[in-house]
């Protein structure tokens, strides 16, 4: 089993920044990709961004040149960092991990962190 904790969400004001972590622990192996998604009130989930082994990483469009997805190995640690942002962005985001091995696959969440971004 994997185990995805999530944490530094909070209240900040447009323009401010934040740091979201999410620390992984239990079979933290063979690892496609790790994520972060959020979900703002009475919307879907929806990707913000995704890390893979090798460090390939992609961001949806509205975040692009503001936040930045990262991934400490050693410390199995996801991060985001979060620049200029704004009220749109409130949402609870949520980490996510990918593993494969073969033909079996597995997806593991974490429970959410909030995040609200006063205008």
């Known amino acids: 089993q994997v185990q995805l904790v999530e944490s530094g969400g909070g209240l900040v004001q447009a323009g401010g920044s934040l740091r979201l972590s999410c620390a992984a622990s239990g079979r933290i192996f063979n690892i496609n990709a790790m994520d972060w998604y959020r979900q703002a009130l009475g919307k879907q989930r929806e990707l913000v961004a995704t890390?893979?082994?090798?460090?390939?990483?992609h961001y949806t469009d509205s975040v692009k040149g503001r936040f930045t997805i990262s991934r400490d190995g050693a410390e199995n640690r996801l991060y985001l960092q979060m620049n200029s942002l704004k009220p749109e962005d409130t949402a609870v985001y949520y980490c996510?991990?990918?593993?494969?091995?073969?033909?079996?696959?597995?997806?593991?969440w974490g429970q959410g962190t909030q995040v609200t971004v006063s205008s």
């Open positions: 996510r991990m990918v593993r494969s091995i073969m033909q079996s696959r597995w997806e593991y």
């Open positions: 890390i893979t082994t090798g460090g390939w990483t």
